[in-house]
């Protein structure tokens, strides 16, 4: 599993239907600070999570709750830390799996990570 530069990935902000909803530096502190940690796991928990945010009744909050959530779920790995590695597209720089650890390792400052980078 080679280590990745972390400036050598491709940058993904969060938004949705062209609304950026990507936490900010603060917001992410405001979390830990609260101890407001999200457990649940994107990809396993989308239909759970994409039902609650289709709560919402306009954009604004809609991308208030996609915000909120990607940034508690960014603070629990700053705070929790993880085993599971970035994983890469095979052109190393796409993450396929791992955009919140990826943004937990921004957070704190890291330089590399190890990624996993697919072949096929």
Known sequence: ???IKIADIKPVLYGERDTLCEPSREEIAQAIDEKKLET???QEDLELLKSEWASSQT?????RMVKEYHTRR???FVVNSWSDRIVL???GRTVVDGLHRLKASQYLGMQTTDAEVRTA
Do not use: S
Request: net charge neutral; glycine share 0%; proline share 12%.
């Open 1 to 3: 599993m080679p280590t």
């Open 40 to 42: 649940r796991r994107y």
């Open 59 to 63: 954009l604004p909050e809609y991308c």
């Open 74 to 76: 960014i603070a629990y």
């Open 89 to 91: 597209d095979r052109d």
